[in-house]
């Protein structure tokens, strides 16, 4: 059973970090694209940071600079490094898995980012 399981959201003023991890089971995860994307309210589900399978990174224009992706294969882990947070990053953000070459993607249940003084 494929699983992907994210935690560290939370609130945190503006300024400040968060460190998002997604730990993923079920899923020979080496060979899996990684990512972690976001929906705010009312908007649509935007891509935050990727990191492939190679170790390619990719990340939106809006975080460049101050988010950082990276992966732990010997841990099944991504992480989302998040700093000088700002309220227009506050969203539900997900951990996602993809593997092109066998057509499969898979979500986790996201956690919440809230950033407010």
């Known amino acids: 059973q494929v699983q992907l399981v994210e935690s560290g959201g939370g609130l945190v003023q503006p300024g400040g970090s968060l460190r998002l991890s997604c730990a993923a089971s079920g899923i020979i995860f080496r060979f899996y694209n990684m990512g972690w994307y976001r929906q705010a309210r009312g908007n649509q589900r935007e891509a935050v940071a990727t990191i492939t399978w190679t170790d390619t990174t990719n990340y939106a224009d809006s975080v460049k600079g101050r988010f950082t992706i990276s992966r732990d294969n010997a841990k099944n882990t991504v992480v989302l490094e998040m700093n000088n947070l700002q309220p227009e990053d506050t969203a539900v953000y997900f951990c996602?898995?993809?593997?092109?070459?066998?057509?499969?993607?898979?979500w986790g249940k996201g956690t919440l980012v809230t950033v407010s003084s």
């Open positions: 996602n898995a993809d593997h092109r070459s066998y057509a499969t993607n898979y």
